[in-house]
């Protein structure tokens, strides 16, 4: 077969789709004055959401669900953080140093 020309370009095209169909989505939240910039996240399995800390605080995003728990640790002003999400279910969401922070990510199949 011939690998150059438009066939090459397709075939190319077709297997970088596949890749990021197969990776997953990416869910930024940010966080600002103490706060998640969305309440609520809709994703499925194999998506990433990455905390995004744009406040002027350190943040430490975690959850305690039960077989879904995660605990990003403390992180700086300007820097992020993620979770690939790799079961479904209801995940709820906080932050250990503001507890008025609380969000939820739906992770669906």
């Given at each position: 077969?011939?690998?150059?020309?438009?066939?090459?370009?397709?075939?190319?095209?077709?297997?970088?789709?596949?890749?990021?169909?197969?990776?997953?989505?990416?869910?930024?939240?940010?966080?600002?004055?103490?706060?998640?910039?969305?309440?609520?996240?809709?994703?499925?399995?194999?998506?990433?959401?990455?905390?995004?800390?744009?406040?002027?605080?350190?943040?430490?995003?975690?959850?305690?669900?039960?077989?879904?728990?995660?605990?990003?640790?403390?992180?700086?002003?300007?820097?992020?953080?993620?979770?690939?999400?790799?079961k479904?279910?209801?995940?709820?969401?906080?932050?250990?140093?503001?507890?008025?922070?609380?969000?939820?990510?739906?992770v669906?199949?």
């Open positions: 077969m011939n690998w150059r020309g438009p066939a090459a370009v397709a075939w190319g095209l077709t297997c970088i789709a596949a890749g990021a169909a197969v990776g997953g989505a990416e869910h930024v939240v940010g966080q600002k004055n103490k706060s998640f910039s969305v309440g609520v996240v809709r994703a499925k399995v194999g998506d990433v959401v990455l905390f995004r800390n744009d406040d002027g605080v350190f943040h430490n995003i975690f959850s305690l669900t039960s077989g879904l728990g995660f605990d990003l640790g403390a992180y700086a002003p300007g820097s992020s953080r993620q979770v690939t999400l790799d479904p279910g209801r995940i709820d969401v906080e932050c250990a140093i503001h507890p008025r922070m609380k969000m939820v990510i739906d669906s199949m």
